[in-house]
T-cell receptor, first 115, second 112 residues
Framework: DQQVKQNSPSLSVQEGRISILNCDYT??????FLWYKKYPAEGPTFLIS?????DKNEDGRFTVFLNKSAKHLSLHIVPSQPGDSAVYFC??????????????FGTGTRLQVTL | DAGVIQSPRHEVTEMGQEVTLRCKPI?????LFWYRQTMMRGLELLIY????????DSGMPEDRFSAKMPNASFSTLKIQPSEPRDSAVYFC??????????FGQGTRLTVV
């Protein structure tokens, strides 16, 4: 039972263009969402997060959008750079900011940014 | 800031042997998590601690797995006896009481 789904296992984008990574969830108890980036042979690195009380959060080139009614979130990277090539994981938590709790991860999307 | 430190980075062991994975969380972080990554199941939480106390161990696969956190700066995950299906990358993560957890580089375990 995959509660957090990333249906695209891979994505290829040209340098300078926008990368859009998608994530769907099924559990209505999730109210805090995170994106992690992972390079080979390294642990996941926190990228950006969003609380369910918001529909958008922006940090530099990275923006996360949340559509609660559709149980869908997306990560936009603009402009994409070759160093962004990595596996991106969507994660969800049943607790809001200020509380540590278990994260449920999606299966990841491998982004390749080409020259 | 040294980040979350895990040891060893790689472990190869024979089936039936005991395996101990170690983790040093970031100083000042009071929550610690053990995750396992496999091709079949992706990243899944095994257990997490708040203030050295185990809060949720529902992800621990079976009694062969055990985890301890004797103090705020050290945790172990032990598998006894190990089996080939335990082969995976095991990550330790810590956080300062927030959902944003910081991960170590992982321990790649191979059980032959």
């Amino acid at each position: 039972d995959q509660q957090v789904k990333q249906n695209s296992p891979s994505l290829s984008v040209q340098e300078g263009r926008i990368s859009i990574l998608n994530c769907d969830y099924t559990n209505s108890m999730f109210d805090y969402f995170l994106w992690y980036k992972k390079y080979p042979a390294e642990g996941p690195t926190f990228l950006i997060s969003i609380s369910s009380i918001k529909d958008k959060n922006e940090d530099g080139r990275f923006t996360v959008f949340l559509n609660k009614s559709a149980k869908h979130l997306s990560l936009h990277i603009v402009p994409s750079q070759p160093g962004d090539s990595a596996v991106y994981f969507c994660a969800a938590s049943p607790s809001g900011t200020g509380t540590a709790s278990k994260l449920t991860f999606g299966t990841g999307t491998r982004l390749q940014v080409t020259l | 800031d040294a980040g979350v430190i895990q040891s060893p980075r790689h472990e190869v062991t024979e089936m039936g042997q005991e395996v101990t994975l170690r983790c040093k969380p970031i100083s000042g972080h009071n929550s610690l998590f053990w995750y396992r990554q496999t091709m079949m199941r992706g990243l899944e939480l095994l257990i997490y601690f708040n203030n050295n106390v185990p809060i949720d161990d529902s992800g621990m696969p079976e009694d062969r797995f055990s985890a301890k956190m004797p103090n705020a700066s050290f945790s172990t995950l032990k598998i006894q006896p190990s089996e080939p299906r335990d082969s995976a990358v095991y990550f330790c993560a810590s956080s300062r009481g927030t959902p944003e957890a910081f991960f170590g580089q992982g321990t790649r375990l191979t059980v032959v």
